[in-house]
């Protein structure tokens, strides 16, 4: 008898459990039930389960609380910490933070998870520290059980099955993330949009805020948040400013022998090897820690960003002279050996004060590679920054993964924070499988977060990518076939040509890519961030978007019989290319511009469709329109944002001369010897041009390479002349300079005109003018010096000079 009910059991076990109808033709079979006491983040994933459920069946679900739940009700569906949930042997407060349980238990569904508010948040189901387990449960429910997809923020975005019926068999999960930080950054931020205004003019802020909450939505639907609190990023931006006068001895020394930035002076670079540099890190974070030690569990000792590392003895010691690295410039040591002394001098005198307190370093730069003769600390985190680009030929991912695995023999807690997405730009360059590859490496060797800078939002441009990464964050080994897989079927019959379409690009950008570097030199952009934009119309030009075209306007065909939704998002899709196309245009029209071709107000022309496109499509969500112009803006007005507003209604008069005259001016005696009064000589002056930096001409790689490498920076003496017809006296005339970087002195036939001053930041990627009405001679020689100062970048007048009519 004991062994049949022994089978018997065995059998009842292996059956399915009954289907549980949570809604039957469209009609609700079920209450959410919330604890009496529901904090916002239990209320919230209820809200988005109802909203969700609705949307899949039709089904109107009602929200109760635990002690107003009706008893007929056939279903609880019962979200948090319910009483239910402790009845049924589970500890809400036992879970890990951020783990979900997803649990049937008789007629019931548990959804709960690992609950906290965050140091220094909120009651907010959206904020950034809280844990919310329950609401990724409920994400995780209706993604795995449901078949919601949330490709990209909105509503189109979404995919919500046709099922007037839901029915779950048996379910028992529990999950804790492995990434403890899991973190795409927003590509809307308040100072990214200041900096665009500069640029444009004002912004429409309300649609920047909606926009912004869409894609904070997504992204937590995507399950980014973290349990794992790491203070990091260049930690010295402002140190300059308050201790450079008085405590010098904290900064590099330059090559110059002076101890100041060679830059901004938040990119400064520190004298890692002063001993009371380690002393005054630590005991500034030992404050903080005392009045929150939760919050600042890691001391962030991240070196600032840029050039200008230390050249003292004590610093350049600590370094391995054979450990080098091979550049386009040449050999060049890698520094990392010591940037490890000074974080393990930091780690050690941190463990004195909180055995379990951590210091946060960026693998960075030239400090990229892994310590060659330094073992670090073990309460170090390293946040890897990698060289690799994608796409790449297989040697770059194939360098990373090797770095990745140094640096993880070497560090207890390593965590990946790359720049793989900023540089996708609003062309379709779609690298799906090779970075999934690559990420999926790094999980499985020690990765314990993310964070990725930036999510730059071209939704229907770039979305397998970002719904690959987003995906890989939370299901770290899923596979890529699968999570394609669910992206292309969102787009029903079109799908496998969509899919080809993204493959098309994905190719595209692979077989195109050494074509970038070449361009870059050829085209003399030697910086790739300052010259990636601007050559993007000779890699993007018809030949590239013809075929794709022609893919997309077969999946409209093919969805012509699909849902309303399923044929709009194949038109977002044509939408997306077709701003691709208008921005390539819009950054040839302004190299047209800036080297005085072809018609002026069909270049103009080119750029204002583009911008105006650009804001139609952003509302919809069809790619972010805010983060297109910050990276048309980043290094310059590579997309005309600001030329176009400049040049307003003002009548062109004459286009200046491409090359002018040219000679630096490193004694700075130019001024005193007149040098804007030299007319016809040609003694002692070179040629260049005016739409490239000095940098990149032949005078600046001769300073160069005369002077170990080091570029030039100081003053440099342009002067060109030019003759106005009579008709334009009693006209008001001014000189429209493209850029100029940095400041500016104007001189025109003799006379000083302007004092032109970098303005703010940004002013030297900005165009300007200056009033020469009264300064002008008709129907003679005019003569015209500019005396430019540059202290950092690549320096000169680098976009042509215009007289235009007020």
Same mark, same amino acid.
């Given at each position: 008898?004991?062994?049949?009910?022994?089978?018997?059991?065995?059998?009842?076990?292996?059956?399915?459990?009954?289907?549980?109808?949570?809604?039957?033709?469209?009609?609700?079979?079920?209450?959410?039930?919330?604890?009496?006491?529901?904090?916002?983040?239990?209320?919230?994933?209820?809200?988005?389960?109802?909203?969700?459920?609705?949307?899949?069946?039709?089904?109107?679900?009602?929200?109760?609380?635990?002690?107003?739940?009706?008893?007929?009700?056939?279903?609880?569906?019962?979200?948090?910490?319910?009483?239910?949930?402790?009845?049924?042997?589970?500890?809400?407060?036992?879970?890990?933070?951020?783990?979900?349980?997803?649990?049937?238990?008789?007629?019931?569904?548990?959804?709960?998870?690992?609950?906290?508010?965050?140091?220094?948040?909120?009651?907010?189901?959206?904020?950034?520290?809280?844990?919310?387990?329950?609401?990724?449960?409920?994400?995780?429910?209706?993604?795995?059980?449901?078949?919601?997809?949330?490709?990209?923020?909105?509503?189109?975005?979404?995919?919500?099955?046709?099922?007037?019926?839901?029915?779950?068999?048996?379910?028992?999960?529990?999950?804790?993330?492995?990434?403890?930080?899991?973190?795409?950054?927003?590509?809307?931020?308040?100072?990214?949009?200041?900096?665009?205004?500069?640029?444009?003019?004002?912004?429409?802020?309300?649609?920047?805020?909606?926009?912004?909450?869409?894609?904070?939505?997504?992204?937590?639907?995507?399950?980014?948040?973290?349990?794992?609190?790491?203070?990091?990023?260049?930690?010295?931006?402002?140190?300059?400013?308050?201790?450079?006068?008085?405590?010098?001895?904290?900064?590099?020394?330059?090559?110059?022998?002076?101890?100041?930035?060679?830059?901004?002076?938040?990119?400064?670079?520190?004298?890692?090897?002063?001993?009371?540099?380690?002393?005054?890190?630590?005991?500034?974070?030992?404050?903080?820690?005392?009045?929150?030690?939760?919050?600042?569990?890691?001391?962030?000792?991240?070196?600032?960003?840029?050039?200008?590392?230390?050249?003292?003895?004590?610093?350049?010691?600590?370094?391995?002279?054979?450990?080098?690295?091979?550049?386009?410039?040449?050999?060049?040591?890698?520094?990392?050996?010591?940037?490890?002394?000074?974080?393990?001098?930091?780690?050690?005198?941190?463990?004195?004060?909180?055995?379990?307190?951590?210091?946060?370093?960026?693998?960075?730069?030239?400090?990229?590679?892994?310590?060659?003769?330094?073992?670090?600390?073990?309460?170090?985190?390293?946040?890897?920054?990698?060289?690799?680009?994608?796409?790449?030929?297989?040697?770059?991912?194939?360098?990373?993964?090797?770095?990745?695995?140094?640096?993880?023999?070497?560090?207890?807690?390593?965590?990946?924070?790359?720049?793989?997405?900023?540089?996708?730009?609003?062309?379709?360059?779609?690298?799906?499988?090779?970075?999934?590859?690559?990420?999926?490496?790094?999980?499985?060797?020690?990765?314990?977060?993310?964070?990725?800078?930036?999510?730059?939002?071209?939704?229907?441009?770039?979305?397998?990518?970002?719904?690959?990464?987003?995906?890989?964050?939370?299901?770290?080994?899923?596979?890529?076939?699968?999570?394609?897989?669910?992206?292309?079927?969102?787009?029903?019959?079109?799908?496998?040509?969509?899919?080809?379409?993204?493959?098309?690009?994905?190719?595209?950008?692979?077989?195109?890519?050494?074509?970038?570097?070449?361009?870059?030199?050829?085209?003399?952009?030697?910086?790739?961030?300052?010259?990636?934009?601007?050559?993007?119309?000779?890699?993007?030009?018809?030949?590239?978007?013809?075929?794709?075209?022609?893919?997309?306007?077969?999946?409209?065909?093919?969805?012509?019989?699909?849902?309303?939704?399923?044929?709009?998002?194949?038109?977002?899709?044509?939408?997306?290319?077709?701003?691709?196309?208008?921005?390539?245009?819009?950054?040839?029209?302004?190299?047209?511009?800036?080297?005085?071709?072809?018609?002026?107000?069909?270049?103009?022309?080119?750029?204002?469709?583009?911008?105006?496109?650009?804001?139609? @499509? /952003?509302?919809? &969500? #069809?790619?972010?329109?805010?983060?297109?112009? $910050? +990276?048309?803006?980043?290094?310059? *007005?590579?997309? %005309?944002?600001?030329?176009?507003?400049? @040049? /307003?209604?003002? &009548? #062109?008069?004459?286009?200046?001369?491409?090359? $002018? +005259?040219?000679?630096?001016?490193? *004694?700075?005696? %130019?001024?005193?010897?007149?040098?804007?009064?030299?007319?016809?000589?040609?003694?002692?002056?070179?040629?260049?041009?005016?739409?490239?930096?000095?940098?990149?001409?032949?005078? %600046?790689?001769?300073?160069?390479?005369?002077?170990?490498?080091?570029?030039?920076?100081?003053?440099?003496?342009?002067?060109?002349?030019?003759?106005?017809?009579?008709?334009?006296? %009693?006209?008001?005339?001014?000189?429209?300079?493209?850029?100029?970087?940095?400041?500016?002195?104007?001189?025109?036939?003799?006379?000083?005109?302007?004092?032109?001053?970098?303005?703010?930041?940004?002013?030297?990627?900005?165009?300007?003018?200056?009033?020469?009405?009264?300064?002008?001679?008709?129907?003679?020689?005019?003569?015209?010096?500019?005396?430019?100062?540059?202290?950092?970048?690549?320096?000169?007048?680098?976009?042509?000079?215009?007289?235009?009519?007020?």
């Amino acid at each position: 008898m004991m062994r049949l009910m022994a089978i018997a059991l065995a059998v009842a076990c292996a059956l399915p459990c009954a289907a549980m109808d949570l809604t039957v033709d469209g009609e609700a079979n079920c209450a959410i039930v919330i604890p009496d006491d529901a904090m916002e983040i239990h209320r919230y994933p209820a809200q988005e389960l109802r909203d969700h459920l609705r949307a899949v069946s039709g089904a109107e679900i009602e929200i109760v609380a635990e002690s107003q739940c009706p008893a007929d009700v056939a279903h609880r569906l019962l979200v948090g910490p319910t009483k239910a949930a402790r009845e049924a042997g589970l500890d809400p407060d036992a879970l890990e933070p951020e783990a979900i349980r997803i649990l049937t238990a008789g007629d019931d569904l548990l959804i709960l998870g690992g609950d906290r508010i965050g140091p220094g948040d909120r009651d907010d189901a959206l904020g950034w520290n809280n844990q919310v387990g329950t609401l990724y449960a409920v994400y995780d429910f209706l993604q795995d059980q449901v078949g919601v997809r949330w490709l990209w923020p909105g509503e189109t975005g979404t995919v919500i099955p046709d099922q007037p019926t839901i029915s779950v068999g048996e379910i028992d999960i529990h999950e804790v993330p492995q990434l403890k930080q899991r973190k795409l950054r927003h590509a809307i931020r308040s100072s990214f949009l200041e900096r665009i205004e500069s640029f444009t003019g004002p912004l429409d802020r309300e649609l920047a805020s909606e926009l912004a909450a869409d894609e904070n939505t997504w992204l937590k639907r995507m399950r980014m948040g973290r349990s794992l609190f790491i203070n990091y990023g260049h930690a010295f931006t402002r140190w300059w400013e308050q201790y450079g006068e008085e405590h010098p001895e904290f900064f590099a020394l330059n090559e110059d022998g002076v101890r100041e930035p060679v830059g901004p002076p938040d990119r400064v670079k520190m004298c890692v090897a002063e001993p009371l540099l380690w002393e005054f890190v630590v005991a500034r974070w030992k404050e903080r820690w005392e009045e929150d030690p939760v919050a600042y569990k890691t001391l962030n000792a991240c070196e600032n960003d840029g050039g200008g590392f230390c050249t003292c003895e004590k610093c350049t010691a600590w370094d391995v002279p054979e450990y080098v690295e091979q550049t386009p410039e040449g050999p060049r040591v890698i520094l990392t050996d010591r940037y490890a002394k000074f974080w393990n001098e930091v780690a050690r005198r941190v463990a004195q004060v909180d055995p379990e307190a951590y210091v946060a370093v960026y693998a960075y730069s030239r400090y990229r590679f892994p310590p060659r003769e330094t073992t670090l600390e073990p309460n170090i985190i390293v946040g890897f920054v990698p060289a690799v680009g994608y796409p790449n030929t297989g040697e770059a991912s194939e360098q990373f993964r090797a770095d990745w695995m140094a640096w993880h023999e070497q560090a207890t807690k390593l965590f990946l924070r790359p720049n793989w997405l900023g540089g996708l730009h609003a062309v379709p360059r779609c690298p799906m499988e090779q970075m999934a590859d690559d990420f999926r490496f790094a999980a499985a060797n020690g990765m314990i977060g993310t964070d990725f800078d930036t999510l730059s939002g071209q939704w229907c441009i770039q979305g397998p990518v970002y719904y690959l990464l987003s995906r890989l964050h939370w299901d770290t080994d899923a596979p890529t076939e699968q999570l394609l897989g669910e992206y292309f079927s969102a787009f029903g019959a079109a799908g496998p040509t969509v899919r080809k379409y993204f493959e098309y690009w994905n190719d595209y950008a692979r077989w195109e890519w050494p074509k970038w570097t070449e361009l870059q030199y050829e085209l003399g952009y030697r910086n790739m961030g300052r010259g990636g934009e601007r050559i993007i119309p000779y890699i993007y030009d018809e030949e590239a978007f013809g075929p794709a075209a022609d893919l997309l306007m077969r999946a409209r065909r093919e969805a012509v019989d699909e849902p309303e939704i399923v044929r709009r998002r194949v038109d977002q899709l044509l939408q997306a290319l077709r701003h691709a196309r208008l921005t390539a245009d819009a950054i040839a029209a302004t190299e047209r511009i800036n080297s005085g071709e072809g018609d002026l107000a069909e270049n103009v022309e080119a750029i204002t469709r583009m911008h105006d496109y650009r804001m139609t @499509i /952003g509302r919809e &969500n #069809v790619i972010n329109p805010y983060w297109a112009m $910050w +990276r048309d803006t980043k290094f310059g *007005d590579y997309a %005309g944002y600001k030329l176009v507003r400049d @040049i /307003g209604g003002r &009548n #062109v008069v004459m286009l200046l001369p491409q090359k $002018w +005259r040219f000679r630096f001016d490193p *004694d700075e005696v %130019g001024e005193a010897e007149e040098w804007q009064n030299v007319h016809w000589s040609a003694e002692g002056w070179t040629s260049l041009r005016t739409d490239m930096f000095w940098e990149d001409q032949a005078p %600046g790689r001769d300073w160069e390479a005369e002077h170990d490498g080091d570029d030039y920076d100081g003053l440099g003496w342009y002067r060109t002349t030019f003759t106005l017809a009579p008709e334009y006296e %009693g006209r008001t005339l001014v000189l429209f300079f493209g850029s100029v970087d940095e400041d500016a002195k104007i001189w025109l036939n003799g006379e000083l005109v302007a004092d032109h001053p970098m303005d703010g930041p940004d002013g030297w990627k900005q165009p300007f003018t200056i009033d020469i009405t009264g300064h002008v001679r008709f129907g003679e020689t005019n003569f015209l010096a500019v005396a430019v100062r540059d202290s950092a970048g690549k320096g000169g007048i680098y976009k042509r000079v215009w007289i235009m009519e007020e």
